[in-house]
């Protein structure tokens, strides 16, 4: 029974809801597998898709890039209003819409004529899942105690293990037995079911003051990133990034960005609260979701052109291959919190990015004849480093903030964290199209000067071009000029985590600080009130 002297907090979890919490979870992973499934599978697909037609659409590596940037830079751009619009209208009606939203896009990317339009209807797809990811973890913070927060976030993240896990074995199954649009076609049954579940178990929550819509500050990051990144791909593509169509659009990106942090300081209603950043853990967490996913994001690209190219394994083989990758994540994921409890999240969160570190530096002694259980092993390494860094990074990144404002901490932590891969897969992208192309610029005289340029794009390109031209003594080069440029894009990627756990290590909290998720629920706000929890103040 309840005393009189200690009643219990008015804003809590409702007991009705606080006992269906775990099958809300359920739900919700749901939602989350669908969104990141989408993702792995398009990975393991994109071979396929590079292959002319009728087996694939023809795809260049720039328009596979695009395949993936237009559904990150919409995701991104959007995530800052369809956090405030959750925040605004109810997490769960947004939720809904836009799982369905994210329904429809994969219909019509499951039956894209060309690549062009496929990159269209993953903007589609982006929409709707600007909508999801922010709504999942707020729905979270809602419906789950501040002591259970930690956990319930461990599976979470875990979650996204598991869509690693399922989806280059499920793309791997679809591509072997059916047309490559079948990737995007499986996520509607997977729709309609989490709606189903969703109408009925999810209850609604919102902030009781919300603020109003940034529709300048929206606009001003859609144009910043999408500029800017296509500006990277762009130099990448033509292996030159003085070019006029480089850097013209990577300035105007840089511009349209500064002037976002400008307007976002000054306006009364922005879409990011810039004076979040003043605490240092906030900032250091937000930073390490940036720089993790920076050089996973880019390395995860090339690493299906690895296995399938160069290796010769199949698409579910490849995908078989990622299975370590998400198998460390699941397992370490939802018990991260343990080891932060006993050490810390700074020595956590600064270890699991070493760990990171050791498989990037892992693909640099790979070749073409590599015992295949050494990638085995590389994978299981970065799994559970990147298991070590997630969660510990998003309960403090979600416990800076009192709960009401759960929607737009969610979709902070998701543009980051899709922002840092969208340029990642950019940038390392670029830089390995860039170093292969200058290792392959000596072995493609013999290819007609029609065919050169288009040759000397990717490892896909030139393989195809060989085996159209009967052209077998480009195979050899290629595979090696694609390894040398996989070493190069490796050590960069090995440079940026290492970045990241010096981050780590300044700047996040130890042992003897309030972590995350602990007794306090916020760091270093022993004994407030989630509405106290001001990040200002933390």
Known sequence: MTSPTAPPPASRVPEAVHRRRWWILGTLVLALLVVVLDNSILNVAMKTIATPAPVGLGASQSDLEWAINSYTLVFAGLLFTAGLLGDRFGRKWTLLAGMLVFGFGSLLSALAAGPGELIGYRAVMGLGGAFVMPATLAIIMNVFERHEQPKAIGIWAGAVGLAIAIGP?????????????????????????????????????????????????????????????????????????????????????????????????????????????????????????????????????????????????????????????????????????????????????????????????????????????????????????????????????????????????????????????????????????????????????????????RAGESIESTLGTAEKLHLQALVDPAKDAFISAMHVVSGVSAGVTVIGAVLALMLLPGKSAAAPGGPAGTTGAQGRTDSDASPAKV
Not at 230 to 257: H, M, N, S
Not at 340 to 364: H, K
Not at 386 to 396: D, G, Q, R
């Open 169 to 453: 074995i499920t793309g791997g199954l679809l591509i072997e037995h059916f047309w490559w649009g079948s990737v995007f076609l499986v996520n509607v049954p997977i729709v309609i079911l989490a709606l189903g579940l969703m109408g009925w178990l999810i209850p609604n929550s919102k902030d009781p003051n919300p603020g109003k819509l940034d529709p300048v500050g929206v606009v001003l990051s859609v144009v910043g990133l999408v500029a800017l990144i296509y500006g990277i791909i762009k130099g990448g593509e033509l292996a030159d990034f003085t070019a006029t169509e480089a850097w013209a659009p990577t300035l105007v990106g840089l511009v349209a960005l500064a002037a976002f942090v400008v307007f976002e300081k000054r306006t009364s209603h922005p879409a990011l609260d810039v004076t979040w950043f003043r605490n240092k853990v906030f900032s250091a967490s937000i930073g390490v979701v940036g720089i993790v996913f920076f050089a996973l994001m880019g390395v995860s690209f090339f690493g299906v052109f690895y296995t399938q190219s160069v290796r010769g394994y199949s698409a579910l083989q490849a995908g078989e291959l990622m299975l370590p990758l998400a198998v460390a994540q699941l397992i370490f994921a939802p018990r991260a919190r343990l080891v932060v409890d006993r050490i810390g999240i700074r020595l956590t969160c600064a270890g699991g990015m070493l760990l990171v570190t050791a498989g990037f530096l892992g693909y640099v002694f790979l070749t073409a004849t590599t015992p295949i259980w050494l990638l085995i092993v590389i994978g299981f390494v970065m799994g559970t480093g990147m298991a070590h860094v997630m969660p510990p990074v998003t309960v403090a990144i979600m416990g800076a903030l009192p709960r009401e404002k759960a929607g737009a901490g969610s979709a902070l932590n998701n543009t980051f964290r899709q922002v840092g891969g969208s340029l990642g897969i950019a940038v390392l992208g670029a830089l390995l199209s860039t170093v292969y192309r200058n290792g392959m610029e000596d072995h493609l005289a013999a290819v007609p000067e029609q065919f050169r340029s």
